[in-house]
């Protein structure tokens, strides 16, 4: 495994751990924007296993479509957490916090332990 790709799971991992403390402390927004980011981290990782990289989040959000799921790398549900993650983080990230539910933070939270999982074990780390 590259240095890039190692590096890409610890951000990964980081994220997540931040994601769940903001949880906690009620940063609902903020909670779903570190999930997505755990999700993006994920998806960089995986590209740069295979050799790309991406300068925009939607060119690794679209890649990650057209590279692991229409190949059947992983499963759909994958490329839609990612996008719906995303449209989560610019909620979060951009002032309407108030749209991120305790609900939806929590959920966006489990499909990035979902995704990280899929992404170590593809990864075999």
């Not at 755990?38 to 925009?56: I, N, P, V």
């Not at 229409?70 to 951009?94: I, M, S, V």
């Amino acid at each position: 495994m590259t240095d890039e790709v190692q590096a890409q799971l610890r951000a990964a991992a980081e994220s997540i751990d931040a994601a769940e403390l903001l949880l906690e402390r009620g940063h609902y927004g903020f909670s779903a924007a570190r999930s997505y980011y755990t999700m993006f981290y994920c998806a960089s990782a995986l590209h740069a296993h295979q050799g790309r990289s991406y300068s925009r989040h939607g060119g690794v959000i679209a890649g990650f479509g057209q590279h692991f799921v229409k190949t059947a790398l992983f499963d759909p549900k994958f490329h839609t957490y990612l996008r719906d993650a995303f449209r989560d983080r610019q909620r979060g990230d951009y002032g309407m916090m108030d749209f991120v539910s305790q609900e939806t933070a929590r959920a966006v939270l489990a499909h990035s332990r979902e995704f990280l999982d899929a992404t170590r074990a593809f990864l075999g780390a």
